[in-house]
């Protein structure tokens, strides 16, 4: 679904006009559709020295079908994925590899290809401060790794044609945890994600059995389900075989049922600010499911105004839905109706990560949403669940199209795929983390936004 100014810049006249004014030019990204491969193409796998993952990443993307070469037969061809092992770049002089390996390749990724860099975390290459003060050899594995994001983020910005940039750090131990996240980044589920940081951590880790049903026989729950984001986050859930519980409002009754009846859904009418939602819906989730596994807290409102003309009322329901309903919401159901290897995700903001005029009261609950997924990693962690969010930038929803039409264009163009996102982007990042394979993905915040340039 192109926009009006992404379908004039690639007719004829209009490409012209863009090349020759320096406009952006948004690619026509290509999304993920049922009995699609994981990865079209070939998929070229390289590695810095005494890399650790290349043999397992190569292994995962040829059970999944992909056809990985590690050395190019030619000088010709585009690769619909490039993923480099940077595991064994543990000092500064070997962050050379990188230039090394990329410097020729990267001109032959294909349209919407994929880039993807392995690494380890840096807080996991020092295990003691004594280390960072002695200036040991792993303090230099933790700088050269952290140096890794200025190189992934950059390239995000470089590559063309709807191409996507991410960094994976993988803690060691957790390397055999990270088919679901390689899966989803080296294929078309995560078309409008760029330039993120994602971290895999050790956890006992169950892989589907069904790739393309992994949520077969889970509950989940979803707030705002009725429209938008939410409708679309619902139907990607129930795609994925979850049973789903919609929840929203008892106004938007209607249209949360049409959303329940087309995805083989039920439906809970439910003002999650009430003082007993956090009861009634703990109490409907163990009566009718026994329980649930994916909890999405998606309902979210904006009152923007600024700060000096904002009146209580507009300050406080934004906190009240967007943040504090969903922390009661959470102890209600980590009282024992959230089943054990449970997932809870957040749905924030890039107006949380990088403030928006207008929005201290978006931006604070938005932001409020992150340090709630950061306090709550451990506590989910215990009983081997997850909690995590994204961060969708510019979405085309009713919400986005009523914004004036400069500030729309602004937020739209404003990123390196230079278009907004659709709900579909926001969900199947949900999917991912809702996968049973993602056990070891908790803590994360992810940006669904084309790599945004606010708050990057
Ligand atoms: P939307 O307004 O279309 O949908 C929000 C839904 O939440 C509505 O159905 C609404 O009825 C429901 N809701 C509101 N208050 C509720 C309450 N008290 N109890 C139960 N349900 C309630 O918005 P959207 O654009 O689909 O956004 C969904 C989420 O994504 C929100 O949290 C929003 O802040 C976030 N987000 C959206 C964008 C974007 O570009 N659209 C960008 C960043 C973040």
Known sequence: MADRYQRFSTSPLGRTLVRKLGLPSPAPLRRHRPGDPVVAGQVLVGSAEDGRLAKIATAILTGAGAEVVTTPADDEGRFAAIVFDATGITDSAKLQDLHRFFQPMIRRLGPCGRVIVLGT????????????????????AATAQYALQGFTRSLGKEVKRGATVQLVYVSPGADEGI??????????????????????????????????RPLAGKTAVVTGASRGIGA??????????????????PAQGDELAEVANRIGGSTLQLDITALDAPARLAEHLAQRHGGVDIVVHNAGILRDKTLGKMDEQQWDS?????????ERINDALLDGVLRQGGRIIGVSSIAGIAGNFGQTNYAT??????????ALAPVLARTGGTINAVAPGFIETKMTASIPLFTREMGRRLSSLAQGGLPVDVAETIAWYANPGSAGVNGNVVRVCGQSLLGA
């Open 179 to 212: 088919a679901s996240t390689l899966r989803f980044f080296v294929s078309d589920r995560s078309a409008f994600v760029s330039g993120q940081v994602v971290r895999v951590g050790v956890a006992e880790v169950a892989e589907p059995e069904d790739w393309e």
């Open 232 to 249: 679309a986050i619902a139907e990607l859930l129930a795609r994925d075989g979850a049973s789903v519980v919609c929840l929203d409002v």
């Open 318 to 326: 934004v906190i009240a839905v967007n943040l504090s309903a969903q």
């Open 365 to 374: 609950s938005k932001a409020g949403v992150i340090g709630m997924v950061q």
């Open 121 to 140: 975390p840096p807080e996991d290459c020092s295990d003691a401060a004594e280390d960072l003060l002695a200036g040991s050899s792993n303090s230099k």
